[in-house]
Structures are given as C-alpha cells and as structure tokens.
T-cell receptor
Framework: GAGVSQSPSNKVTEKGKDVELRCDPI?????LYWYRQSLGQGLEFLIY????????KSGLPSDRFSAERTGGSVSTLTIQRTQQEDSAVYLC?????????????FGPGTRLTVL | SQQGEEDPQALSIQEGENATMNCSYK?????LQWYRQNSGRGLVHLIL?????REKHSGRLRVTLDTSKKSSSLLITASRAADTASYFC???????????FGKGTMLLVSP
C-alpha cells in the first residue's frame, strides 16, 4: 500500500503570504503528527491528531500556525502571514493507535522557503 | 523535557568499520526508537526497544538500552557507504502523546 504522502514537495513563498501544506497518512492510521525541521536540526513537534481531534497542540509556535484533519484522514497545516523563520522542512507522520508503542511512518516532507 | 540527545553529533568512518551512536534521555520511557534520515527528508524507522528490554538486533543493527543510566546505543556493524545518513533516537513515554526526537548524529561512511 501507499506510504505517507505530502504536497507540495517544495514551496517558495513571499513573506506575509499564507501557505497550506497537505498530508495524506497511511490508510487506517488514526494518529497523525506534524513536525518541523530546520536546517541541520532535529525534529520539532508541532501537533498531534487522534482521529479528527488534536489533543496536543503544544508545539505550534504561534497563532499563525493551525492544522485540521478531516474524515480521520487528510490533514492540512496552515501557516498565515509567513515569516522567514518559518522556512524549514515540514514533516508529517502517521501511526496505528497506541502511538507510544508503534513506529511512526514519515512522509517525504515539504520544504518551505519564505523569501 | 524528555528530549533525547545523540552523541556524537557527527561521525566519519570507513566502509567495513563499525559505527556506534549513543542517546541519552531525561525521564522515564516506555520505549525508545531509532530512525534514519537521508538527505534531510522523511525519516525511516529502524528499530524499537521497549523499556523492559536490554538489547535488540535487526540485521546489522544492534541496539542496547540501559534504563538505569537513561541511555541507549545504536551499533551498525560492517558499515557501507549507503549507511551514510542522520540517525535520530526518539523516546515515547506515558503521559506524552508523541515521540520526542533528539538532534541526531550525522554518519558519513567513506568507500
């Protein structure tokens, strides 16, 4: 079956514009995660979904960041009024229920560049 | 924070040599996982070790876990140029909804 997919693979935008990043998890994976990775750094947790609800939004860096998930499947991460410091690779992962014990499957990421 | 910290930050070896990476963490865990990342893109799960396990093998990979020292090591034996990548440890704990990743070790294997 297909793995986690993300689109677009690359996004270049101008400062102040809004962007939407999409994640299609593996079918049947109820848990979905968004991470951000700046150049040469580790993964920064942003938000976690269990089904359509987001019990943990603690990693969202500001109110310019939001995410939603519909139908327990596709998720969209929206960044409003982008800033240059938002430039990073945004990674999405999904896993089966019981997330503490299961591996996370990652998508290829979206490389966001804010000019 | 329960963040894992990998050591060393970078490691350069020759093909055929063994590579050892270490991970330390701060709080109690349920499990610890190792991931590999090529070219700054998606991560690939390598191996998971539970808190009640001390050692686990998968192919050329050997992972150890010492919960008393809050540390883990990943050994790659007989390394190959294709093993060149960044390696991350990630910890899962009760009360936390997701894994916490370290900053990674960059491994370079030269032919």
């Amino acid at each position: 079956g297909a793995g986690v997919s993300q689109s677009p693979s690359n996004k270049v935008t101008e400062k102040g514009k809004d962007v939407e990043l999409r994640c299609d998890p593996i079918s049947g994976h109820t848990a979905l995660y968004w991470y951000r990775q700046s150049l040469g750094q580790g993964l920064e947790f942003l938000i976690y979904f269990q089904g359509n609800s987001a019990p943990d939004k603690s990693g969202l860096p500001s109110d310019r960041f939001s995410a939603e998930r519909t139908g327990g499947s596709v998720s969209t991460l929206t960044i409003q009024r982008t800033q240059q410091e938002d430039s990073a690779v945004y990674l999405c992962a999904s896993s089966l229920p019981g997330q503490h014990y299961n591996e996370q499957f990652f998508g290829p990421g979206t490389r966001l560049t804010v000019l | 924070s329960q963040q894992g910290e990998e050591d060393p930050q970078a490691l350069s070896i020759q093909e055929g040599e063994n590579a050892t990476m270490n991970c330390s963490y701060k709080t109690s865990i349920n499990n610890l996982q190792w991931y590999r990342q090529n070219s700054g893109r998606g991560l690939v799960h390598l191996i998971l070790i539970r808190s009640n396990e001390r050692e686990k093998h998968s192919g050329r990979l050997r992972v150890t876990l010492d919960t008393s020292k809050k540390s883990s090591s990943l050994l790659i034996t007989a390394s190959r140029a294709a093993d060149t990548a960044s390696y991350f440890c990630a910890t899962g704990s009760s009360g936390y909804s997701t894994l916490t990743f370290g900053k990674g070790t960059m491994l370079l294997v030269s032919p």
